[in-house]
């Protein structure tokens, strides 16, 4: 009987056991579990503006954490702002841990769904309104930093004394933008013309091309712009001969010869504090910057344009002055 009642005692003891590890098993799998982020954005992933700066720093960051940490989707060309909104529901109810609403235009729609869906990460820009929302977080560009340099140079390059900026909608970090490269070329010489346009779009590459060509008869010599549709303007710069400044990705391989310089996003500095956010039980509630100072925006000159010693020593010199807080960046 001893005998039989211990068999008895070790059946139970292991039974215990065997549902004690059945119980951890899902803790572990879920501590194995590689993170999910999706991007909706407005438009392709080469687009060598917006869409793109947001591809390379998941890329960057995927490289970095490994593919068997972090896992990425992404829907792109969602120009149509309910089609977005859409996307960012299925993303939501697919589970997935973050989801990037990359564009100015989705902060209703993530203000309608984010409440939906407590324990998912929302992220959106460019902007600093989290909505008051425990999941929502926001980012944005200095851009107007990288768009001084930018115009710093641009002065310095010009014989014409004419400077042509087309730009999308006069909003956001397209603005930011723009109002920093005209500050920036006014600091080094006040009588130069920087003539704006704002085609009202940022996606018609046509009237983007139609507005740097009115730049160009007028005399520009250096042009400039944001956006997805700027290819049809450095298109155009390409065929007169004229120089081209860049922002939000790296533009240089579309036309080497052309573009002097590129105020790269390096989104992935916000996305890692988003990420160490999300770890440390922190869902929103919080907006982030990116800027020169920070590493979100880098200046990638273009060596290939001839760029001359003494206006990259100048470009540099005024990054410095920037992140010290030499230089105040007044804007119009």
Request: proline share 3%; aromatic share 8%; net charge negative.
């Amino acid at each position: 009987m001893k005998k039989i009642a211990r068999i008895t005692s070790i059946i139970l003891i292991a039974a215990m056991l065997l549902a004690g590890c059945a119980q951890a098993a899902p803790a572990t799998q879920e501590a194995t579990k590689p993170l999910k982020i999706a991007i909706v954005s407005p438009s392709t992933i080469n687009d060598l503006a917006f869409t793109q700066s947001i591809y390379d720093a998941m890329v960057v960051l995927q490289k970095e954490m490994g593919a068997d940490k972090l896992e990425f989707v992404y829907s792109e060309n969602m120009f149509v702002v309910d089609d977005a909104a859409a996307a960012i529901r299925d993303y939501a109810t697919k589970g997935y841990d973050i989801v990037i609403a990359h564009g100015s235009q989705y902060g209703s729609s993530v203000q309608e769904i984010a409440p939906d869906f407590p324990d998912t990460v929302f992220a959106w820009g460019t902007t600093v309104d989290t909505f008051g929302l425990p999941n929502v977080f926001a980012y944005e560009a200095a851009s107007d930093q990288g768009g001084y340099v930018n115009g710093v140079m641009a002065a310095m390059l010009t014989k014409s004394k004419v400077i042509g900026v087309v730009g999308p909608i006069e909003t956001g970090d397209a603005k930011l933008y723009v109002d920093g490269f005209v500050a920036g070329v006014k600091s080094v010489d006040p009588s130069i013309d920087v003539r704006v346009t704002y085609i009202g779009s940022f996606s018609d590459v046509a009237l983007a091309s139609e507005a740097a060509t009115t730049h160009i008869s007028a005399g520009a010599d250096v042009l400039t712009g944001s956006a997805q549709m700027v290819v049809g303007a450095i298109g155009k710069a390409q065929e007169a001969g004229a120089y081209w400044f860049g922002t939000q990705a790296d533009q240089a391989t579309f036309s080497p010869k052309t573009v002097v310089a590129s105020q790269v996003y390096h989104w992935e500095v916000i996305l890692k504090q988003i990420i160490a956010k999300r770890a440390a039980g922190v869902l929103g509630g919080e907006s982030f910057r990116a800027s020169l100072e920070n590493g979100g925006q880098v200046i990638h000159f273009n060596d290939e344009a001839g760029i001359p010693a003494e206006v990259k020593a100048k470009a540099e010199e005024t990054i410095k002055g920037i992140i010290d807080g030499s230089i105040v960046i007044q804007l119009p």
